[in-house]
């Protein structure tokens, strides 16, 4: 029946489109299955896997290293003082979770928008909300002072009677970035359950059986089974999909409500959270382009789906590049001396090549998006978005840095010198990053089988295919 | 002036260094009379041209670590016949550079009204000058209910006519609330732990500049940036008025420091106070809390001696008098230029001060409303010097 169907789809004429589907020709269920549950179950592990994963190891041993010794001295190993008391550790705890954003927007939104080409990226980029959301969490610890005591933002109940201050954004930061990694937890896993049961059956040894087994939950592939899935799945992106706009809105709080000029803008939200898309998606291509080109996805993660996070990237592109636009106008609007002289001094000051590497990364050279050839040609993407997420990184750090450290009293001036440890723990996370990511990759259905074979043609009524 | 800590330099001129070609922290050799000694060279404007000055007695090797080492010893070049000044100086550049701790970085205003100002002519011909200038929103904006205070509610008045830029209160609030000394790698990275610190800016011509002195503690704000961003309630508000920092709730957000427009706040970076060595356990004031690695703090207003006087006061079972408390600055300060009482006092030398004209609060368009408040700087400038182009 399957043979039958395959054959009547390649006999048919190719349409013009063919090399822009969501999914390559000559697919059947058992292909995809077979692609995408074999790199994990029978395919020899390749050897770039066994590289980048010991160089991100050495990367976590340095992480480890670096955050005992930070826990055993204290923060004053980083390069923050007074006035620019954040630094680094803000900066990362906000790329981080602008990163994971992206992931949210396909599983979720994308999903309530019955996009059907996310079926075939969805999973690697909740994982990749994952574990940005988690070296996100991390961050906020690594900056306290006395971060054994970070538990005193949460609410509970307590001898000593004191709960946190509700009107400070840094507890609403600890119930959003909470929230958010516990509903990107569930809904990746709850993704996760029929494809594990499939690992379970094809399984060939026996422990691996049981591995698989017991992960996927007695899942047996019954039709109550899966109406009760889809359910609770419409459940999670309904859940989810407020918090990809939530998320980075509360996180952008811990700017706005503070008086620094530079940061008590009423724009931040919007361009927090296009922020976080757009480097969301940067990362979604870094990870895609190698992937299916180390592990021969191409028929399907297609140029389709390079083409569509290119355009996803060139639009939250273009509304950062509004908010960059507008900042200017609005503290000259305002007429405020000191926001007048925070945005003379991004541009002009000692931090002016953090403002002008910003410009580039984020706006100048991401507007090759505009051309086809740039959106289809991966090289060309990988290239364009690593420049923007490291964009996107400096642009976090200008933020921070630019603003605080020329605030009101000009004899509190000073700037800010980022030490060893700042940068060892940032590419420390970044190797726990990838790490997590590979195992991921190894261990883990990399992409949702039972979303791709929807994808299929003649998994649909009247055997149209998605676009 | 210089604000530097740990070294002393060799002071020149802007216009000297420039002719020389130095910069500040340029290591130079000086050479007198067949004597030299290597220095490090800081600018200073209002220095004399063709002069440099030198303080005595640094570089010492024998006087313990936190002395050892520190700064160069000017007693090399002097001579007998040539005590206190002497002439044919020669400054020599050496290759590197050697890094001076200042505490201030940037001593320009760049056109913001910090350190208000005037004439006495000013003064007389429109008394009100001061408050013209200042830019405090109207108290009736907030949507929020004012705080109320029955009892006591205290203030600071610093008169900036008569601070001379001693640094007696400084020291005097070192010395009284146990703050650690950091050493010179800590102050160049910016963490010094003053409480009080004197901001020192230079107008005008760098040749002949004007210099302005501005005494800085926490300001107490009534409307405190501080107190509604800290995450774990470790700075509130007091019954009296005061932003109380809790250390021990303190987790070490620092989220308080940025938002305080006063940058008064002080971050224990790393473990600063010396918890290990006995004689200086003996040396600490016994009623403030000595603070560990990971807290925030800054100026209390003397909150241990406002509480000893409220107690004594109890005992003796009498009402609190003017006097009764002083500050440790305010205790110092050799002009009195700060005092400290309750404003809620309709006669209390500082609320009196409050009601002055020149009475102005530090950056009052952010509607912080300060507790701590200025008297604006009166000058009474002799019209015939002035005409040199002298002050």
């Known amino acids: ?467 | 002036m210089t604000k530097l800590t740990w070294d002393n330099a060799v002071l020149l001129s802007p216009a000297t260094a420039q002719r020389l070609g130095l910069e500040n922290q340029a290591r130079v050799n000086l050479a007198l009379r067949g004597r030299s000694v290597e220095a490090s060279v800081w600018i200073l404007p209002g220095q004399p041209d063709d002069s440099a000055t030198i303080n005595l007695g640094w570089g010492r090797w024998r006087s313990g670590r936190a002395a050892n080492g520190a700064g160069f010893n000017a007693y090399k070049l002097r001579q007998s016949d040539s005590f206190w000044s002497d002439q044919g100086l020669d400054i020599k550049k050496i290759d590197r550079d050697f890094p001076l701790a200042t505490t201030e970085m940037h001593q320009a205003m760049e056109g913001r009204d910090l350190v208000m100002e005037g004439t006495l002519s000013d003064f007389q011909s429109d008394p009100g000058f001061i408050k013209k200038k200042s830019k405090q929103p109207a108290a009736e904006l907030s949507l929020y209910p004012d705080w109320k205070y029955d009892g006591h509610a205290w203030g600071m008045s610093i008169d900036l006519t008569r601070c001379v830029n001693c640094n007696a209160c400084v020291i005097a609030c070192q010395s009284e609330n146990n703050i650690p000394a950091v050493g010179k790698e800590q102050v160049l990275a910016r963490r010094t732990m003053h409480w009080l610190r004197i901001d020192t800016y230079y107008e005008g011509d760098r040749a002949n500049p004007r210099a302005f002195f501005q005494p800085v503690p926490c300001m107490q704000c009534e409307n405190a940036p501080c107190e509604l961003v800290c995450p774990v309630q470790a700075t509130n508000h007091s019954s009296d008025g005061l932003n109380d920092m809790v250390y021990n709730r303190c987790v070490g957000t620092r989220y308080c420091s940025n938002n305080c427009p006063y940058k008064v706040r002080r971050f224990n970076f790393l473990l600063f106070e010396d918890w290990v060595t006995e004689s200086i356990k003996l040396q600490r004031n016994p009623d403030v809390t000595v603070r560990s690695r990971g807290v925030m703090e800054k100026c209390t207003y003397c909150v241990q001696r406002i509480r000893e006087a409220e107690i004594n006061a109890q005992v003796e079972d009498r009402a609190l008098r003017e006097g009764d408390i002083k500050t440790a600055c305010q205790q110092s300060c050799p002009t009195e230029a700060i005092i400290f009482g309750d404003i809620n006092e309709k006669g209390s030398r500082v609320a009196r001060l409050k009601a002055q004209q020149l009475n102005y609060a530090l950056l009052a368009e952010l509607n912080t409303r300060p507790r701590t408040t200025y008297l604006a700087e009166l000058r009474n400038p002799n019209p015939e010097l002035q005409k040199d182009g002298a002050e």
């Open chain 1, 1 to 467: 029946m399957i043979l039958e169907h395959r054959q009547r789809e390649s006999s048919r004429p190719l349409p013009a489109m063919q090399a822009t589907r969501v999914i390559g020709p000559g697919e059947s269920f058992r292909s995809v299955t077979e692609q995408i549950s074999s790199i994990v179950l029978t395919r020899k592990t390749p050897f770039v896997w066994y590289l980048i994963f010991a160089i991100s190891l050495l990367a976590v041993g340095m992480f480890l290293l670096s955050v005992s010794y930070l826990f055993y001295r204290g923060v004053g190993i980083f390069g923050i003082q007074i006035p620019v008391a954040w630094g680094f550790a803000i900066t990362n705890f906000v790329w981080w979770i602008g990163i994971g954003h992206a992931g949210t927007l396909i599983s979720a939104i994308l999903l309530l928008l019955n996009q059907g080409w996310r079926n075939s990226i969805n999973r690697f980029a909740e994982a990749m909300t994952i574990f940005a959301v988690m070296c996100a969490g991390l961050f906020p610890i690594f900056h306290l002072g006395r971060p054994w005591i970070f538990y005193w933002l949460v609410p509970y109940p307590n001898t000593m009677h004191v709960q946190p201050q509700f009107r400070s954004p840094l507890v609403w930061d600890v119930f959003a970035v909470s929230t958010y990694a516990i509903v990107s937890l569930l809904f990746w896993y709850l993704g996760m359950v029929p494809d594990l049961a499939t690992f379970r059956d094809r399984a060939q040894r026996k422990w691996v059986r049981k591995f698989y087994g017991v992960l996927a939950l007695g899942w047996r592939g019954a039709s109550r089974h899966w109406r009760w899935h889809q359910k609770a799945s419409l459940i999670l992106a309904g859940l989810a999909t407020p918090l990809v706009l939530s998320v980075h809105t509360v996180v952008s709080f811990d700017f706005t409500i503070a008086i620094v000029p530079g940061w008590h803008s009423t724009i931040f939200p919007p361009y927090f959270v296009a922020g976080a898309i757009y480097s969301g998606f940067a990362m979604v291509l870094i990870l895609a382009i190698p992937l299916r080109s180390i592990y021969g996805l191409q028929n399907l993660v297609t140029e389709r789906h390079l083409n569509n996070c290119g355009r996803l990237m060139l639009t939250t592109g273009l509304i950062l590049a509004y908010t960059y636009a507008i900042e200017p106008f609005t503290a000259w609007y305002s007429g405020d001396t000191f926001e007048m002289y925070v945005v003379h001094n991004r541009a002009f000051g000692p931090y002016a090549w953090a403002y002008w590497t910003t410009l580039s990364c984020n706006v100048f050279i991401p507007q090759l998006l505009w051309f086809k050839s740039f959106r289809v040609h991966p090289k060309r993407l990988f290239f364009i978005a690593v420049v923007v997420l490291y964009g996107m990184w400096i642009e976090r750090y200008m933020i921070i840095v630019s603003s605080l450290h020329r605030d009101f009293l000009t004899s509190s001036w000073a700037n800010f010198v980022a030490t060893v440890w700042d940068n060892a723990v940032l590419f420390g996370s970044i190797g726990l990053f990838v790490a997590c990511f590979l195992l991921f990759v190894r261990f883990l259905p990399m992409m949702s089988i039972y979303e791709v074979r929807e994808l299929l043609p003649f998994s649909r009524p009247g055997g149209g295919t998605v676009k």
